[in-house]
């Protein structure tokens, strides 16, 4: 009988110690994110401007961002920031840049979507 007791005592204080843990981690997880998300944001957008008269290097960079913001949206445990990270790469993945002149539409466009993300992001990790 004691040693029924006992397990279950341990039992119990195993599972409120691991879900404690996931909390801790979860909350460790969406922290970090909430660290990486508007630098790599901000990365991109700065990368983008600095190529805005070469249509291919901007092409190349605005797929860096997909990328890496992708990554990050994959890896967010909290549902709000993954969606939050994830509508701003389906908006960068519909830009088109084939010349200067989009280049340049391109470049306001960036910067309007990742200001607006930021905004659904810094929301996501309040």
Do not use: H
């Not at 195993?14 to 944001?41: F, H, N, V, W, Y």
């Not at 805005?52 to 797929?63: F, G, H, L, Q, Y």
């Not at 466009?109 to 990742?114: E, F, L, M, N, S």
Request: proline share 2%.
């Amino acid at each position: 009988m004691r040693t029924l007791a006992v397990t279950t005592a341990l039992t119990a204080f195993a599972l409120l110690s691991a879900t404690g843990c996931a909390e801790t981690a979860e909350t460790m997880d969406k922290a970090r994110t909430c660290i990486e998300a508007p630098k790599a944001i901000s990365e991109t957008l700065d990368r983008v401007r600095r190529v805005v008269n070469d249509p291919d290097a901007m092409r190349e960079e605005i797929s860096a961002g997909i990328t890496k913001l992708r990554d990050l949206a994959d890896k967010a445990a909290d549902t709000t920031l993954r969606e939050a990270l994830q509508g701003l790469t389906d908006r960068l993945e519909r830009i088109q840049v084939s010349d200067v002149q989009q280049a340049a539409k391109a470049a306001a466009q960036v910067a309007k979507d990742t200001a607006e993300y930021l905004n659904k992001i810094r929301e996501a990790c309040l």
